[in-house]
């Protein structure tokens, strides 16, 4: 009889802890926004590194450019967001400079990071229309940061096309 209370608390000892693991989004939370702040600070000083005269280098016809890659991800950004109810007041519109773009991908950025600081575990079990499909919370930020990197990984590719490597990468 001991025997089988001891595993049973054995066993209980392991388990509980498992269960009330699995409803704690709390770490979800911060471990998208830690991805999406990665991806934002490489896209950015991609971006920086890459001189204003390439910025309207496309690879070819009817693909965007860098600067149309850019202001795709800051619409990307706001506009997800406010899918999420998270609007902005950010008003600057699509641009066709770095200055202009650069501070529109940083601002979108911002504004991504603040929805993710203000958003609560309880948050995460809405859901929302997107793309003609109804999706939950989680699989909405899982779109906003596949979305940043999906497209860091575009850039790269164009950067190396012209010849320019990632700052982080080391040449």
């Known amino acids: 009889m001991l025997r089988n209370a001891t595993f049973f608390l054995l066993a209980a000892a392991l388990v509980l802890p498992a269960t009330a693991q699995e409803h704690d989004n709390s770490a979800y939370l911060g471990a ?9 600070e490489k896209l950015n000083s991609l971006a920086d590194a890459i001189p204003e005269d390439h910025f309207d280098w496309s690879p070819a016809e009817g693909i965007r ?4 890659v850019l202001n795709h991800v800051s619409d990307a950004n706001f506009g997800i967001a406010a899918m999420l109810g998270h609007e902005s007041d950010y008003e600057a519109s699509a ?3 770095k200055e202009g773009a650069m501070a529109r991908l940083v601002a ?15 948050d995460l079990s809405g859901t929302v229309e997107i793309f003609g499909m109804t999706m939950n919370h989680y699989g909405v930020l899982g779109i906003i940061s596949g979305h940043t990197h999906e497209h860091l990984g575009q850039m790269i590719a164009y950067a190396r096309s012209n010849g320019i490597a990632p700052p982080w990468s080391g040449g």
């Open 32 to 40: 998208v926004s830690m991805d999406f702040s990665q991806a934002s």
């Open 65 to 68: 450019s860098v600067v149309e």
């Open 95 to 97: 641009t066709d400079t």
């Open 108 to 122: 979108s950025q911002a504004h991504v990071k603040d929805l993710l600081d203000s958003m609560a575990e309880a």
